[in-house]
């Protein structure tokens, strides 16, 4: 009897902790929900602003030939849509700190002083790579990629005026026009799939120096798998970017410096790691591994 009475006081003793797990994140969820829904009302009031400013990179190019920027409702919704799109997005940027502290205060509970230590920093610079990945898209992949989009429109020929000095079209043209009249939605669908594409590809060195301080990847071991490396951000850039030369240039350069800044950090991290196990007496020489590994004659 005693035997069956320990048994069943067994799953209740060891559901408690699991109930009051998920009581926390239902909480840590709420909260996080909360904020986004009101920074996505805040966003929504101001939608068309930001949508002036992520307009920005087409009507610059369509200034440098002439056109006016405008961008056309295929939909009687899709204004309404596009609204929402843009606050969805500009909703979750805003409470990304919230949501970030919500994660981290039901993680780092369960995490000792130096899990803590080590894990804080990454937690700070995951956001902001990603914003210096959506940044470098806005201002310097977007602007060529619709330069060479826009360059395969043709006629009417586009001829100077002598009064203004403005393109006008030449009237006797034999060309059939191709002239760019973008979607809305389309425009801001391809707007914010390269600046996530950017964001998400400049997390390549957080999460690659995260991996070396949980010992899973070495220094060495991403030198040796550099011409792999380089094959796979070759053809992520290839993906990622329109057929422009420049452009997939441009991106190969930037994601293959951030892994090779990759390799520094985590080196860093083995060199600090191995100097204070050397402090403490812990450290074992890879010469003398082989020694105690070898037979005695």
Not at 188 to 203: E, H, M, P, V, Y
Request: proline content about 6%; hydrophobic content about 50%; some cysteine.
């Amino acid at each position: 009897m005693a035997s069956k009475t320990q048994k069943t006081e067994d799953p209740d003793d060891s559901s408690a902790p699991l109930i009051e797990h998920l009581a926390e994140l239902r909480t840590r969820i709420m909260w996080s929900m909360l904020a986004f829904i009101i920074a996505m009302v805040l966003c929504y009031t101001v939608w068309n602003p930001i949508y002036n400013v992520l307009t920005q990179p087409i009507c610059a190019a369509l200034e440098e030939r002439g056109q006016e920027c405008g961008l056309i409702l295929l939909k009687l919704q899709e204004g309404f849509f596009v609204a929402v799109r843009i606050s969805l997005l500009g909703g979750f940027v805003l409470a990304f700190p919230v949501i970030g502290y919500q994660m981290w205060r039901f993680v780092a509970p369960g995490l000792y002083r130096n899990e803590k230590a080590a894990f804080f920093p990454f937690l700070i610079a995951s956001p902001v790579m990603f914003f210096i990945g959506g940044a470098f898209a806005f201002y310097v992949i977007l602007p060529m990629a619709y330069d060479f989009f826009l360059s395969f429109q043709q006629g009417p020929l586009q001829l100077p005026d002598d009064a203004t000095g403005a393109a006008v079209p030449a009237a006797d043209s034999p060309l059939a026009a191709i002239v760019f009249q973008g979607s809305v939605d389309e425009y801001l669908s391809l707007t914010t799939k390269f600046i996530l594409a950017f964001g998400l590809s400049f997390q390549l060195p957080v999460l690659l120096t995260l991996m070396g301080k949980a010992g899973m990847v070495s220094a060495k071991g991403l030198g040796s798998v550099r011409r792999y490396a380089v094959v796979a951000i070759l053809a992520l850039a290839a993906v990622a970017t329109p057929p422009d030369v420049i452009s997939q240039v441009v991106l190969f350069v930037v994601i293959y410096g951030l892994y090779e800044i990759s390799i520094q950090l985590v080196g860093r991290i083995e060199r600090k790691r191995e100097a204070e196990l050397r402090a403490q007496g812990l450290w074992v020489d890879d010469d003398d591994e082989d020694e105690d590994k070898e037979p005695a004659r």
